[in-house]
């Protein structure tokens, strides 16, 4: 009786954090979403949205953004973290630490310095803007891809894949009938970990492609900016409504291994 | 000001909103007077307000605390006093802002007789009691309470144009095949390059030389919807400006046409803007110029006066010459600009008990402690912009102060009546200083500003302002056009030339939404057709698989059932 009267304490910060810093903000985007200027219901925004060509044009240019960079991310960072976690030496940690450091650092000011870097090769945004904001956003990304797959790949079943091999598989067939079917769960974790957050980047394309490309959160914030709460509103919502159907779609693939690094992160 | 700073939009206004009540709560328990004052971010020298404080409380013997908040653009400043959970007793924004507000019935009238120091020192070109020539009395305000103008809710703080900031030497080498090429300038040598480059952008070609394939890739403009609307307003309408014998108030009705038809031109215009520069910025441009990332930037004079510094200066306290000197030059185009002020305004209170308190009598004081010279002085010191405060033809040295700290920043001369000033070139910044017509001459001691007010090496130089042939005193500033001193006036103040060709821009009202969507129009890229085409491609494709599927999955559970059915 007592332990669980503590446990309803403990809960009680938790419940007010989430209370005020999730509930209480998506309360105020709904209601900003189907409501007008003056406060009145409303289904301008809605209805605005779905007819504005622009809006939907961004959208699927950053639907377009998003896949391309998770897949890229996920081409790329899978090798390294298979590599990391299959290979014995002790500075595996120290390589991942690597990978991840530059996390630590200001997003902002990481972001001001690759502009810095890529002026410095040539690749500036100003006469590539797409090249320098696709760089932008794999490196700022693949942090997040190498995590979940480390985590996951750490727990190989190794016994399946040597089964594999000495059953007749090549390699190749190792990979795809047993390695990657076992790392699924910690790709579908990276994916969503690059997805949404790609779609909603709002300085990687301003700072990077020199205000040349706009991304949904860019106009989202252009919305917010110049007063049009209500649309800029509507347009959070849609971008809320991705994410629940992101996580319905992949709900399936991480729900089969609940001890999988996915949980883990 | 006019900075946009990136910014977290919500949590800052209910943080801020949180601060400002309780420290509304804590007015009663003591018995200071807080003024709360919110400005945008690194624009006012902070030691004013404690000097303020201090000269109070000698003289009055009642302890008044600033509380200085400050914002980033003036729309999250406009989204916090919408959203009223912030009461302030004077903001300080950019005109069409105060215009806004003004409109919506959120500002009170500003009681200028209150305000002796801005009456007296207030430049007459830009706010003016006694007719309507100023350019804050053409911006009009219609609210409940009735019909007015700007001039009387606002009392100005810094102004400036929006113009162009660029740098010849790296234009003319990141481009120089393209120069060699073209038949206009191939055949000058670097120095007349140099020279046909900053007569362009003087000249009424200067924005239409943003357009050209020529400096491509060089040039960024203002990620800000109005200053760009308003460089597309000088393109579309160039043969407007340059042909036409309007009036000034005509000309400028025309710089804040807003029609539907008009929206469209500009948008067409900057679409076609977009695919020759380098980008769009509102806060980096001014870095970008002097670490040479770009070569020309669209600026606002007081950033341009901060990156010509900059480029001059190695080190944070403009101390140390750079080895390097990157030569910045500011111009307006001969064909106009657009005029920024940023102005103060009180926000209406709802109880009127508010109107006769100490908070309003010392937030109308601290206005008018801004507005005397000396302080004007130490603001521009620290943020080089430039002041509505001026100077009056007076020889009294508190009076001309502003020109003396002009003259003392910028004048090559020595000041003696028997020099020969013909070796020097002179900008005429008349217009901009007040001139009383029954003055003969006054002389300005540059001693008290070098001396009392910079605390620098003491300036004796005086210069004698006389009546010339045509009867009329002239503010003439002897300067290098092509000097780091020269550069910086040029930015710093336009030229008796420029005045009859810089408008007011006022607030879009009702066309607002539709110049939004215009921007978006130009900001956001089509997607090319063959994406579009291959994404239906994929669409179809994939729909067509999973419903082929289905049919044949259901075709062959039929035909197991009739089959069944037959074995029976």
Known sequence: MKFSLQRKQLCIPYFIFLILFVVIPILFILFYAFTDSAGNFSLYSLIAFFTSTNKINVLIQSLLFSVINTIICLLVGYPIAYILASSKAKFNYVVVMLFVMPMWINFVLRTGATRDVLTWIGLNGGQHPYIATFIGLFYNYLPFVILPLY????????????????????????????????????????AQMVFMPTM?????????????????????????????????????????????????????????????????? | MKKNYRSLF??????????????????????????????????????????????????????????????????TMYNSLKTGKTTYD?????????????????????????LPNYKKYTTKYLHSFDDNSGKLNLLGVNNNSGTYTLADYAAGYMWGT?????????????????????????????????????????????????????????????????????????????????????????????????????IELIKNKLIELKSNIFGFEVDSGKNDIVTQKIGVNVAWS????????????????????????????????????NVWMDCFATPLQNNESYYSSDEYKYTLEFLDYLSSPDNAIANVYYNGYTSFITSNSSSDEIDNAMLAYMLYSYDFSDGDEDEDLSSYETYDITPFFNIDENIDSFSVDLSYVSEALLEEEVDDRVFTFSKDENGEIKILIHY??????????????????????????ND?????DKIVSMWEDVKVNPLPLWIVVSLLTFVILVLGYLGSYKLIRMYKLKRRKRLRALNK
């Open chain 1, 151 to 190: 985590s996951t790949m750490l727990k190989l079943d190794k016994a399946q894949i040597e089964a594999a091999s000495d059953l007749g598989c090549n390699r190749f067939q190792v990979f795809t009938k047993s390695i990657f079917p076992q790392t699924i769960p910690g790709v579908v974790s990276a």
């Open chain 1, 200 to 265: 909603s980047s709002y300085v990687i394309p301003e700072t990077l492609s020199e205000g040349k490309i706009i991304l949904f959160g860019n106009s989202i914030y252009l919305g917010f900016s110049n007063n049009q709460w209500n649309s800029a509103s509507f347009m959070a919502i849609i971008m809320l409504a991705i994410v629940c159907i992101s996580m319905l779609v992949t709900r399936n693939y991480t729900e089969k291994d609940q001890e999988g690094g996915s949980s883990r992160w």
């Open chain 2, 10 to 75: 919500l949590i800052p206004f209910l943080l801020s909103g949180l601060t400002a009540c309780s420290n509304n709560e804590t007015n009663n328990k003591e018995d200071t007077i807080y003024v709360h004052v919110l400005n945008a971010e690194d624009y006012m020298d902070m030691s004013l307000l404690d000097s303020f404080s201090e000269m109070i409380y000698e003289r009055d013997q009642k302890k008044v605390s600033i509380i200085y908040d400050t914002y980033d653009t003036n729309e």
């Open chain 2, 90 to 114: 004077l903001i300080c924004c950019s005109e069409y802002m105060v215009q806004r507000l003004a409109n919506e019935g959120l500002l009170h009238t500003l009681d200028f007789s209150k």
């Open chain 2, 162 to 262: 929006l113009g162009i900031l660029f740098n010849p030497d790296y234009v003319l080498t990141n481009n120089e095949a393209k120069f060699n090429n073209n038949p206009e300038w191939k055949d000058l040598s670097y120095e007349e390059r140099k020279e046909k480059l900053i007569e362009t952008f003087s000249s009424s070609d200067g924005y239409s030389f943003l357009w050209d394939d020529l400096i491509a890739g060089t040039q960024s403009i203002k990620d800000s919807m109005r200053d760009t609307y308003a460089i597309g307003n000088f393109e579309v309408f160039k043969d407007y400006y340059l042909n036409t014998d309007d009036s000034y108030n005509k000309r400028n009705e025309k710089f804040n046409d807003s029609s539907d038809e008009t």
């Open chain 2, 302 to 337: 007081g950033d341009a006066v901060n990156s010509i510094n900059r480029g001059y200066y190695a080190d944070d306290d403009w101390t140390i010459v750079r080895d390097d000197i990157v030569e910045l030059y500011y111009t307006i185009p001969e064909i106009g600009a």
């Open chain 2, 480 to 505: 290098d056009p092509s000097s780091f001193e020269g550069r910086l006036l040029t930015a710093q103040y336009p030229e008796r030339s420029d005045t009859n060709t810089l408008y007011v821009m």
């Open chain 2, 508 to 512: 879009y009202g009702i066309q607002n």
